[in-house]
């Protein structure tokens, strides 16, 4: 179980997320990424396998990625070998859902051989990605929006996690969820924080939840 950070507002995001994962090294991880999208347009996803020196150097220490909403994770391996290709954010096909996740989804094989069934392909070996691709799934066959379909794959989905999730729809916004893993939100003048935890965002609000 690693780092989440996630902020949305009028500034730049990808060197606050870079900056608050750099508060969570002491957690110790294998890879990092970020996913940043600037208002509408396409969302831009940077991994590295290693430290997190290497998306910082990768992004010119996040200067290269533009857009003020983003959520970053350094990740703890659990499910699939240390890679970039396994390093989070992870995105369904179409990128509608970007997702980064904290902890363990121990039904993840059971899902993922329904999702296959429904006709979802998979890319890394993570569990996370079954959860990206489940939310995708509820998203589209109940067009409930982001709240109806996170908490539909809750029901679903059995083990610790934290997730934050992006959806292609709500640009600006970012969704998150948790059970029995750590996430906090920090709220100040029309920005938004998401951490795992108090140190990534103490610097820029005392205001959170
Ligand atoms: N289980 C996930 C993975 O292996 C998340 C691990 C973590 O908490 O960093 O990708």
Redesign the pocket.
Known sequence: ??GIVGFTGDKQAAPILLDGLSKLEYRGYDSAGIAVRNGESDVEIVKAKGKLKVLQEMTNNGAAVNGCCGIGHT??????EPSSL?A?PHASDDENVVAV????IENYQELKEKLTKRGYTFKSQ???EVAVKLVDYYYKKYNEGPVDSIARAMTRIRGSYALCVMFKDYPGEIYTARKDSPMIIGVTDGETYVASDVPAILKYTRNVY
């Open positions: 179980m690693c990740r703890w391996a659990t499910h699939g396994n989070h996740h904290n902890g363990i993570t569990d996370t």
